[in-house]
């Protein structure tokens, strides 16, 4: 599966972005999928997980309360609205497709086989 991100562009903080990852070559049904962030000089981390039905979810506890993800797998797309952002949400986000095999919404980065290339979010204060 190929995964595209898109969204992300200069905010201020207090504002709001919501990110779109759309996907092609396999239906997104088939993967519980995540949001990662990663910002320069610290490690890459999930903010956000969602089931393939989009019945369990995984927030970050950073983000709990301000992020939200979703999913349509008929558009074969999952989204992240990120509300009340601050200068701390900066980062590249990434988002990415765990392996078909995996039972449990995980956080953990090796679980995910497929990632997009990623889209910089900046917040300014």
């Known amino acids: 599966v190929q995964l595209q991100a898109s969204g992300g562009g200069l905010v201020q903080s207090g504002g709001s972005r919501r990110l779109s990852c759309a996907a092609s070559g396999r239906a997104l049904s088939s993967y519980n999928m995540g949001w990662f962030r990663q910002a320069p000089g610290k490690d890459r981390e999930c903010v956000a997980a969602?089931?393939?039905?989009?019945?369990?979810?995984y927030y970050a506890d950073s983000v709990k309360g301000r992020f939200t993800i979703s999913r349509d797998n008929a558009k074969n797309a999952v989204y992240l609205q990120m509300n009340s952002l601050k200068p701390e949400d900066t980062a590249v986000y990434l988002c990415a497709a765990d392996r078909p095999s995996a039972v449990v919404v995980s956080r953990m980065i090796y679980e995910y086989d497929y990632w997009g290339q990623g889209t910089q979010v900046t917040v300014s204060s």
């Open positions: 969602i089931s393939r039905s989009g019945g369990m979810t």
